[in-house]
Structures are given as structure tokens and as C-alpha cells.
């Protein structure tokens, strides 16, 4: 299914060790945060009460099922330490981190945010939240984010930078001069009054985002069609009576593959940079969604407590890192002059 | 007389350029018979190759422009057709084969990719592609096809890119071979390779040939007839035995010079003198 020459690459990215290892570690990462619910949450994973099982990360069980007043959600915390629910036999399976991201720990000695114990390894943020579960699942909402602009922006640039280089001419001068007016546009200003008129939320923020983020990877394409038009392949391609559509994404994009595949790791991390940038200023997601911004905006606010700036900057730091690392060793992988003389 | 495959009547192509429109064809006429090899002759910048790509309308439009003119193809004017018809006529009825194999040819692709290509965009009605492109491999002459139809470009010598190339323009079944320059690239030995492929299909198939080139040393043994093109114009037009054995024109005589004869002893090879041709007003 893959070419000699793919494979090739492959082995050599795998090859450049720190690339591969930071790859296979923010995969599993990124694989384990898809099921934060069972990994960081105050529900626990299998419930027994009353001779029937319950499985409280993935259903909603009223509290009157264990014994309580109300049809509202069941206090899963409470009820692990309710000597009467122990008393009619059930018991329980916490995940392995017993906090969600939303749950206010109160309960600590002294005001929150309180510093890290044995209960709350990070310790808890302003509105006594546990800060390792808030990390947990900002990244997932961070790596989601990222990986939908990533998307979105490299399908809109390669389409947009390919049609403009391919056709050349009135149509590449004309897009060209629209593209930069667009770009002048002010970023922030745009997020906050769409976030203003639309409401803040995940799918108006990545469309916002997305719009301006497809420029930088257009431009690249852009050249390089405007080099591939030229090759005699396309015109022999012409001559056989293949269609433009078929000549611009069949016959010339798997030869422009190289600047597209070498963008996308550096547009993740800019994407994670962007929606941490976006939430710490308070025009990201909105409250009380987990994010990596919005807890290095508490560091902020409370700098006796160094352990919500410092998990969240040491959090931010490694992915960047991780994410980093794989972009220089996929551009080195693909580099063809890698194995030349000529440096 | 039957109706010619191929009429060019009186095409005149411009070019816009920085300094004004250049003419690189002048008022060029000439027919193709099916199963005629037309032979057009000249030096670089003559306007062959610009004449071949017009006959399907494949010149970038601006800055070409087709002057005057018509080419009929089948009776049917290339120059008036829509998108979609030249599309079916390119490559399905009439095939290019250009000069240079190693670019020609798509270098992320293998061989066998691209000729499928071509039956895929021109006998849709071909349900074992592989077959097929093995099939054709074998008639140019590509020994142990099968393995070599999944090489990439770059892997197969020059002799075996242009037969590739062959192979990819014939498994259209054309009804015309358009040959641009197709050995000028290629070895010496390798060029006759290739004319003699040429010639036995051509006599195989029965199919017409526009061949290209600035040689005329390879055209003897397969074209009919020759077009002799000098600045854009067609300054001598006639079957080959005649305008090789008594050419008319200073130009066309200066051409045949310049085929190195074997077992004449000269001290410089001839070449063409443009100022004295420019002198005697041509």
C-alpha cells in the first residue's frame, strides 16, 4: 500500500530515536485523555449496591438508587464514606485519580486552592478543583482542538494554495491580494467579537481560528505548484486528456506531499499555544470547561500557590516539546539531502 | 480521395510576449492520411513543437493565440471543441510522446500506476488493468514486465523510460502518434532502438505519426513524407525519397549536410549559416 519511498522515511524517522519516542508517547497520551472519564473522576467505575451493578462513569444514576433524598445526581464521594451504603453491603471501584475536573473539594483544611497531598496530587485550584484532573482533561480538550484546526486549516491551505498555484495568473493575483487583506485583519479583535456576538464555545472558536490559520501552509503551496505546473509530467498528463481536477490532486499534490507533512506537527503545537494563549486571556473556551490557559490565568491570580502555574507551564512545556520533536524528525526524515555530501 | 485523419489548414499561432507578439507559426498547412508518417523537420525554435501541442489545443491560452486557421480532425475543428471533447480526443485518439522520458514520466508514481492511468481515463470498458499494462510493456519491448511495471521512473534507464512512455500514449489506441523529438535525449544506439520500435508498430497497428525532429538522419526509414519548418513557416513539403534525394530549399539543403554520412572524410561538420540563408531573403 506504501511506496518503497514512504516506507524509506518511515524508517528513517524511526530511526532518529527522540523523534519516535516522543511520537509513541504523545500517541498513548493522547489515546489514554480519550478516556479521561475512567482515568480522573469522582464517579466511580463499577458500583454494587443492593444486589445490581451500576457503572456511574458512563450512566446517570439519581440518587435515590443508593438510598438518597433526591432524583438529582448521586454524590458518589459522599456515599464512599456513608457508613449506611457500606452497611447494605455495596462497595465501589474508584478510577485511579478519585476526582473529576469539576468537583469542588471544600472540605480541605484552610481556603482553596489548597497544596498538593496525598488525596489531590497537584493539589486544587481557586474553586477547590483537583488540578491533576483538570489537567488530564485540558489536555484532551487542547489535543482535540488542535488536531481539528490541524485538520481544517491543512485541507483549506493544500485546496486554496494548490487551485491558486495551479491556475496562476488573474485568478493567483486576485486571491493573493484578498488572502493578504484577510490576514491584516487583527486575530484577537476577530475572536472577540465573534466570541461576543456567537457566544464563546468550541465550535465558533476552531471555525475563528481555522479561518486565519490556513494562510501560512497556502503560501507554501502556492510555490510549489507554481514550480510542479511547469514540470513536463503535467503536460503529458494534459496530453493524455486527464481532467485539471484530476492532474492538480492525483498527478502534482503527492509531489507537493513534503511541505504539507512537515507543517503539521508545528501546527499542532500552534494550535495548543493558541487555545492556551486564547484561554488565559479569558476569549477561549468558556468557563468552566478544563484548560491548560485558565488554570495558568489562576497562577496568575494566586501566586503564593506555585503549583497551579507551575503544573500547568511544565504541562504546556512537554507536550510543546514532545510535539516539537516529532515535527524535526519527520522534516528530517523527508529531507533528501540528508544522505548527500552537499550540506 | 478519402478524407484526410488530419487537416492543418493555414494555422497561424502568436505569441504575447514582453516585446510584443512573436509569431511562432506562419500560415502552416499540411494533412495526415490514417496510417502516414508526417515528418516535421527543423532546427529549435522553428515551431514544431509548438504546432504539435496546438493539434489537440494544449497551448497555454494566454499568452498563445490562435491567430488563423483550423485543424480538422476527423472534419471536426480542434480549435472550436469544449474542455471536455478535446479531453476525450487527447491521449484516446491522439497521443503524444514527448522528449524527455525522465520528466515526462510522474516520479511518485510506478510505471504501471501511470499507464493504468491512461486506460482508466480511456477504455473504461478494461476490467484487468494489470493485464492490460503487462500487455503493452511486452509489445515495447520491456522484458520481465511484470516485475518492472512496479518500478518508479527513476529506476528504469532512459531506452526503458521512453518505451514506458510508448507504451502509456499506446495503450490509448490512438488513431495518431504525436512524437515529439522522442530520441533527442536519448544514446545514439538507444535512438535506433526506439525509430525501430516505432516503424514495426506503426506497421502493427496501422495507426498515423507525427514525428518530430531536428534530425534528419532517423526519419528515412519510417516517414512518408516531410514538412521542412524554418522560422515558423513550412518551407518545403513533399515524400521523403523526393526531398531527401532533391531538396529545393537552402534550408532543407543545409539540414541534410548536417547528417554525419558514414565513410566521408570532412574536417568540420556542416552547420547551418543563418546570415547567408537571411541574406538570400528567406
Known amino acids: 500500500m506504501f511506496s518503497e519511498i514512504s516506507r524509506a522515511r518511515f524508517r528513517r524517522f524511526r530511526a532518529i530515536k527522540r523523534a519516535w519516542w516522543a511520537f509513541i508517547i504523545l500517541t498513548i497520551a493522547f489515546i489514554l485523555s480519550l478516556f479521561s472519564e475512567e482515568i480522573a473522576n469522582d464517579h466511580p467505575l463499577l458500583l454494587f449496591y443492593h444486589g445490581s451493578y451500576y457503572f456511574p462513569t458512563c450512566c446517570f444514576y439519581p440518587a435515590t438508587d443508593f438510598g438518597g433524598r433526591y432524583k438529582t445526581e448521586a454524590d458518589y464521594i459522599a456515599l464512599r464514606d456513608d457508613p449506611a451504603f457500606h452497611a447494605a453491603g455495596g462497595w465501589m471501584i474508584l478510577p485511579p485519580i478519585p476526582s473529576g475536573p469539576q468537583h469542588p473539594y471544600l472540605d480541605m483544611s484552610g481556603n482553596p486552592p489548597s497544596p498538593p497531598s496525598k488525596d489531590h496530587w497537584l493539589g486544587t485550584d481557586g474553586s477547590g478543583r483537583d488540578v491533576l484532573a483538570r489537567l488530564i482533561y485540558g489536555f484532551r480538550v487542547g489535543m482535540l482542538f488542535s488536531l481539528a484546526l490541524t485538520a481544517i486549516s491543512t485541507v483549506a491551505g493544500v485546496v486554496i494554495g494548490a487551485i491558486q498555484g495551479y491556475a496562476g495568473g488573474r485568478l493567483d493575483l486576485s486571491a493573493q491580494r484578498l488572502i493578504e487583506i484577510w490576514n491584516a485583519l487583527p486575530f484577537l479583535y476577530v475572536v472577540i467579537l465573534l466570541g461576543a456576538i456567537y457566544g464563546q464555545g468550541f465550535g465558533i472558536l476552531l471555525l475563528v481560528t481555522s479561518l486565519f490559520q490556513w494562510i501560512a501552509l497556502s503560501y507554501y503551496i502556492r510555490g510549489e505548484f507554481y514550480k510542479l505546473r511547469e514540470q513536463p509530467y503535467v503536460l503529458a498528463s494534459r496530453a493524455l486528456g486527464a481532467s485539471h481536477g484530476r492532474i492538480l490532486f492525483l498527478q502534482m499534490l503527492p509531489n507537493a506531499m513534503t511541505p504539507v507533512i512537515t507543517f503539521l506537527p508545528f501546527t499542532l503545537v500552534a494550535g495548543i499555544s493558541l487555545l492556551t494563549a486564547l484561554d488565559f486571556l479569558g476569549f477561549g473556551l468558556p468557563p468552566p470547561t478544563p484548560s491548560w490557559g485558565e488554570l495558568l490565568d489562576e497562577g496568575l491570580q494566586y501566586l503564593t500557590a506555585p503549583w497551579l502555574a507551575g503544573s500547568s507551564v511544565a504541562a504546556l512545556f512537554i507536550t510543546l516539546m514532545l510535539a516539537t520533536m516529532i515535527g524535526e524528525g519527520i522534516r528530517d526524515a523527508l529531507d533528501p539531502k540528508s544522505l548527500t555530501k552537499l550540506r | ?282
Open chain 2, 1 to 282: 480521395m478519402t478524407e484526410p485523419l488530419l487537416d492543418v489548414r493555414d494555422l497561424t499561432i502568436e505569441f504575447a510576449t514582453e516585446r510584443g507578439l512573436f509569431e511562432a507559426v506562419k500560415h502552416v498547412s499540411f494533412t495526415v492520411s490514417k496510417g502516414e508518417t508526417l515528418a516535421i523537420v527543423g532546427e529549435s525554435g522553428s515551431g514544431k513543437s509548438v504546432t504539435a501541442l496546438a493539434l489537440t489545443s494544449l497551448l497555454p491560452v494566454p499568452p498563445a493565440r490562435y491567430r488563423s486557421g483550423a485543424i480538422l480532425w476527423k472534419g471536426e475543428n480542434v480549435l472550436a471543441m469544449n474542455e471536455r471533447r478535446l479531453r476525450s480526443i487527447r491521449g484516446g485518439q491522439m497521443a503524444y510522446i514527448f522528449q524527455e522520458p525522465s520528466t515526462s514520466l510522474n516520479p511518485v508514481f510506478t510505471i504501471r500506476n501511470q499507464i493504468a492511468e491512461a486506460i482508466h481515463l480511456h477504455r473504461p470498458d478494461v476490467t484487468d488493468i494489470d493485464a492490460e499494462v503487462v500487455r503493452w510493456l511486452d509489445i515495447v519491448g520491456i522484458v520481465n514486465s511484470a516485475q518492472r511495471m512496479n518500478d518508479y521512473p527513476h529506476q528504469l534507464s532512459g531506452g526503458m523510460q521512453q518505451r514506458a512512455m510508448i507504451a502509456m500514449a499506446l495503450s490509448c489506441q490512438p488513431d495518431l502518434l504525436v512524437a515529439d523529438e522522442p530520441t533527442t535525449a536519448l544514446d545514439v544506439t538507444i535512438q535506433a532502438q526506439i525509430m525501430d520500435q516505432l516503424r514495426e508498430l506503426k506497421a502493427r497497428f496501422g495507426m498515423s505519426i507525427i514525428l518530430i525532429t531536428h534530425n534528419f538522419g532517423i526519419i528515412g526509414g519510417i516517414a512518408d513524407r516531410v514538412a521542412v519548418m524554418f522560422r515558423g513557416k513550412i518551407v518545403e513539403y513533399g515524400s521523403t525519397a523526393e526531398v531527401l534525394r532533391n531538396p529545393q530549399h537552402p534550408y532543407t539543403r543545409a539540414l541534410i549536410d548536417c547528417i554525419p554520412k558514414p565513410g566521408a572524410r570532412v574536417r568540420r561538420l556542416a552547420t547551418i549559416d543563418h546570415d547567408a540563408l537571411a541574406e538570400s531573403g528567406l
